[in-house]
């Protein structure tokens, strides 16, 4: 049955359809998500069709010559059990195989299969959700005491190579085209901590998002030096957004966990992290919250 799919790559009018098949299985993509995959690897994102109809797809992008992320992998339900994935599966692998580094967020019943084909586990990925009026739980007066000498600078008014500079020195791998357009996009807001001599101290962005019944709100990445500025920005980006947001938290930063459950988040899932090759040798300290699950 395998051998009748063909795969061929993402267009702009499958972004549509590939968006809703996301929001059908939980993933709750962003406005303008699947766009951006697009855009960070035009030869990474591919669906696969049965005669000529879409029924998967699967995400292998390369941020550079060194680190790669597969990711956005589903078959509709309908057609499971026949192959289809592990095809979908070995294209995107093919296409990232000379890369010192691969990484996936493997959901637990596929951790088995991915460690047949060689990846590691790094640490837990914790999803978490808040519900509210758009105010945190807490003393915010405790956290504003943290903006001396920081500036909370908005959108346009952030340099984006100060932002590119931060980012760069904490995540696994520079992603100067991802992060532009992940920052620059027009849907939700972006913020940063910048003190006088320009130098960021941390940045985030909250986005509408899709659920499954519904819309929300993702926020994605919250990189800062400390807890306190980490959640300050949260309850900056929160602010003016009632309703559901979603959170992905890495378990190798020691301090997000107590940070979300004090301020009122609740834990929904859980990830593993998973690497083949070397594994990035960076502190995720100042790591709060991912961009998204499906890139890294």
């Not at 929001?23 to 699947?34: I, K, M, N, S, T």
């Not at 289809?84 to 070995?90: D, F, H, Q, S, T």
């Not at 992905?248 to 940070?259: E, M």
């Not at 100042?286 to 961009?291: E, I, K, N, Q, S």
Request: proline share 7%; net charge neutral.
């Amino acid at each position: 049955m395998a051998s009748f799919l063909k795969i061929r790559p993402l267009k702009p009018n499958d972004i549509p359809r590939v968006t809703q098949w996301s929001r059908a299985e939980g993933f709750a993509p962003g406005a303008g998500d699947v766009g951006i995959y697009r855009h960070t690897d035009r030869q990474g994102l591919w669906v696969g069709c049965l005669g000529g109809q879409p029924i998967g797809c699967i995400a292998g992008v390369r941020y550079n010559a060194s680190y790669g992320f597969i990711g956005l992998f589903l078959v509709l339900k309908e057609h499971r059990g026949n192959g289809y994935g592990v095809k979908l599966w070995e294209h995107a692998l093919d296409h990232l195989i000379d890369l010192p580094c691969i990484g996936l967020e493997a959901a637990p019943d596929r951790i088995h299969d991915y460690s047949g084909w060689g990846f590691e586990p790094s640490s837990t990925t914790t999803r978490w959700q808040w519900v509210g009026d758009g105010n945190l739980l807490g003393d915010i007066s405790s956290s504003n005491c943290e903006l001396d000498g920081l500036t909370i600078l908005e959108g346009k008014s952030i340099p984006s190579r100060i932002v590119q500079t931060y980012d760069a020195q904490r995540e696994p791998s520079p992603r100067p085209h991802f992060l532009s357009d992940w920052l620059n996009h027009p849907a939700g807001r972006v913020l940063a901590l910048v003190d006088d001599s320009e130098k960021c101290h941390g940045f985030g962005r909250i986005r509408p998002c899709l659920l499954r019944r519904g819309e929300g709100w993702r926020i994605g990445p919250l990189l800062a030096d400390t807890p306190k500025l980490a959640e300050l920005l949260l309850r900056q980006l929160i602010r003016s957004h009632p309703g559901v947001v979603l959170f992905d938290a890495p378990g190798k930063n020691p301090f997000a966990s107590q940070l979300l459950r004090r301020l009122g988040f609740e834990e929904t899932s859980q990830t593993l992290r998973m690497y083949k090759g070397s594994q990035p040798p960076i502190s995720m300290n100042d790591v709060y919250g991912l961009a998204c699950l499906e890139l890294g």
